[in-house]
């Protein structure tokens, strides 16, 4: 049962650090590169949603929708490859890609923009959303991040 | 309180894999940009700035409109007035479809200093539509039953002329001889004759001539022109431009009015010059089908791209032209060719080089229609060192054995099949285009140009730029001496298709070089099949 338990934090939190390593790029390239903007990607939007995301656009400053969306990547990406927070970090990561979800959803009869292979209801970002509930579900920081030293400072001053 | 160093390793193990993520993204996008930024500023292309007009001021320019049809209410509308029956289509195509913005965009164009005074359209459903829609209790407007009576009236200041090719450069003329403003519709001309008739009436004439080509006023057209000025493409040796269209609109297979009939409509007039056939509502509708009105694919679509490229490259009339092709698609009775390749030689014309000077000379410009396909071929122009797609949008690739950027491409800074310049002037939009021969001129850059990310009829500020020449002074961008290239150009091609032979331009003596035995007007103006045709209406 011991063992188990070792094998599932080493498998999550590598799961963690990846997804932190996949966001975290993410959100560095769009920071340093002045000329990204999410308007393509929101403007192209169909499906069921589009039109939130056509509301968004009409209602909502570009900028201010760019820049939130490179704070909640790099929230993700920090708290996930750090191992502290990562519960706040998996919350922001499901919300992140349940709007990449619904903007352009894998469902039949929708033309699939910008996408390498096949997908039917369930593409890799629904996959990622899941695997951040797991994050979720099963903090690894206390194993593997900062919050092993935030947790041991508590227990030292618990003794 | 103490850490041990696996307390540590253990703790701050992500540090290590933050930074280096960190560090790679941001080299990956800093490394790009400066490679990018090297192009760019080896390219040094100024994207086009919208030129600025004078104002049109003191009192409105009065403009009579000389035919009321499908193009008549296009240029009507650019002028500022649409008629309330396109208003309420627009508002319900806009229901249907948020992005069909047509009216919002109509609405925010800007007034022009202009009084709608006259009209003239030889079909009454049309002018009393026109009278309907712009007549008010200040402002009664007139019909007038010929264009004579309305240009010497004394009461029009200018007018716009939208009629078959054939009433063009008579209009044309009477208008400049007395003074009038003239604002006239693609082909200039109709015949070689009138062309230069037409040049000299314009020469003699204080009043202000511009030709329809309203895609002069198209900034990545401009921005074009740089790009070919400072070298980017190097020696162009061929120009790829074409026609593809596939639907009854774009074959000029127009709706036929109810209303029409030999009592609503003045057909002597509409006749005019040309031969005198009984009433028909096929010809009068769809008149661009018949050589004895129109001029078919060279006239009407070649010329469109001949002065598109003839704004960017300035190359003047080729010194030879062959063509072929024939009646394909559209067997339903008309004379004017459906497919049609047009072969425009420049053997003198040079964009530059970046090879040894005097190896490369000369060019081809080959225009390929089809009234059969609607796959969008785009306009490409081919250097020795890049290629680039003109349209609404430019995109500018290397060529893999160019010289110029041989350097480049060696250090692969550069790569042939990636575009070193891109302009899109339109990237931040998501108007939607209505049907597929708006499309058709969408993509060419004929119908919208884009100002700050806005969409702005380019047929708006084409007649805004005549209209502040007639008050201001200065030249219109599209002009007799534009229009000239343009009409015998077309003529060229015209002849060279019913004749079958190439047809040559002394560029010395300003004339075609003559053929043994052919007079040209009486050959452009001839009608093969001509009482062949079948009564097809609808």
Not at chain 1, 10 to 33: A, C, D, P, Q
Not at chain 2, 311 to 316: D, P
Not at chain 2, 379 to 394: C, F, S, V, W, Y
Not at chain 2, 425 to 438: E, H, K, L
Request: hydrophobic letters at 40%; charged letters at 20%; aromatic letters at 10%.
């Amino acid at each position: 049962m011991e063992q188990n338990l070792k094998k599932l934090n080493i498998s999550v939190t590598l799961l963690r650090i990846l997804i932190g390593w996949h966001f975290l790029f993410e959100g560095v390239v769009k920071m340093y590169n002045p000329d990204w903007t999410s308007f393509g990607y929101l403007a192209t939007a169909q499906g069921p949603f589009d039109w939130f995301f056509t509301f968004l656009l009409g209602n909502v400053n570009i900028g201010l929708v760019n820049t939130l969306n490179i704070v909640a990547l790099m929230v993700v990406g920090i708290t996930f490859t750090l191992g502290i927070f990562e519960r706040l970090g998996a919350i922001v990561g499901i919300g992140l890609l349940a709007l990449y979800f619904m903007a352009h959803p894998p469902f039949p009869g929708l033309t699939q923009m910008n996408v390498e292979g096949s997908y039917w209801l369930v593409n890799k970002n629904l996959i990622e959303l899941v695997a951040c509930l797991v994050i979720y579900q099963l903090p690894t920081g206390r194993y593997f991040g900062l919050d092993y030293l935030r947790k041991n400072k508590l227990k030292i001053q618990e003794t | 309180m103490k850490w041990t160093r696996r307390d540590l390793l253990i703790g701050l193990g992500g540090l290590p894999i933050l930074g280096a993520v960190w560090w790679a993204g941001a080299a990956k996008v800093t490394g790009s940009r400066s490679s990018r930024d090297e192009i760019l500023e080896q390219l040094n292309i100024t994207p086009s700035l919208p030129l600025a007009v004078p104002g049109i001021g003191g009192e409105p320019v009065r403009i009579g409109v000389i035919g009321f049809g499908i193009r008549g209410e296009q240029l009507t509308r650019a002028l500022g007035y649409a008629t309330p029956q396109w208003m309420e289509e627009q508002r319900l195509a806009n229901l249907e479809n948020p992005d069909h913005k047509a009216l919002e965009d109509f609405k925010r164009q800007e007034k022009l200093n202009v009084k709608l005074v006259g009209i003239c359209d030889v079909f009454d459903v049309r002018a009393e539509n026109f009278i309907n829609s712009f007549s008010t209790e200040d402002n009664k407007i007139k019909r007038y039953l010929t264009h004579q009576e309305m240009i010497q009236s004394g009461d029009v200041d200018a007018v716009v002329i939208a009629t078959p090719d054939h009433w063009h450069a008579p209009m044309s003329i009477e208008a400049l001889n007395n003074g009038v403003h003239v604002y006239v519709e693609k082909p200039m001309t109709h015949t070689v004759s009138e062309t230069y008739l037409l040049r000299e009436a314009a020469a003699k004439s204080n009043a202000v001539f511009a030709v329809g080509h309203q895609h002069r006023q198209t900034l990545s057209f401009s921005t074009a022109r740089d790009i070919v000025e400072k070298g980017t493409l190097g020696h162009v040796s061929l120009i790829q431009t074409n026609t593809n269209r596939n639907d009854d609109n774009g074959a000029w297979n127009y709706d036929i009015h109810e209303k029409a009939s030999p009592e609503t409509i003045d057909w002597e007039q509409f006749l005019g010059s040309a031969p005198k056939v009984p009433f028909n509502k096929n010809h009068f509708f769809r008149w661009r089908k018949w050589w004895a009105y129109g001029s078919g694919l060279s006239g009407d679509l070649l010329t469109h791209d001949y002065d598109r490229l003839n704004c960017v490259l300035n190359m003047g009339i080729p010194s030879s032209v062959s063509a072929s092709g024939g009646v394909y698609t559209h067997n339903d009775g008309r004379n004017v060719p459906d497919v049609i390749q047009v072969n425009m030689e420049f053997p003198n014309f040079s964009t530059g080089s970046s090879q040894t000077n005097g190896k490369e000379k000369g060019m081809t410009f080959c225009y390929s229609a089809t009234l059969g396909n609607g796959f969008n071929r785009p306009t490409i122009i081919m250097g020795h060192d890049a290629t680039m797609e003109l349209g609404n949008r430019l995109t500018v690739w290397p060529d893999g054995a160019s010289t110029r950027y041989a350097d480049m491409l060696e250090a692969e800074k550069m790569r042939p099949n990636v575009p070193i310049y891109q302009y899109d002037p339109a990237a931040s939009s998501t108007d939607a285009v209505s049907s597929a021969t708006s499309q058709y001129f969408a993509d060419k850059g004929l119908m919208w140009t884009y100002i700050d990310g806005v969409r702005v009829d380019s047929t708006f500020l084409h007649m805004r730029e005549w209209l502040s020449v007639i008050k201001n002074g200065g030249k219109v961008s599209c002009g007799i001496n534009e229009g000239f290239d343009e009409a015998i150009s077309a003529h060229m091609a015209g002849l060279s298709w019913k004749l079958g032979r190439r047809i040559e331009w002394d560029a010395a003596s300003e004339q075609l070089v003559p053929v043994e035995g052919v007079d040209f007007d009486q050959v452009l103006l001839a009608n093969e099949n001509w009482n062949e045709q079948p009564e097809m209406v609808g």
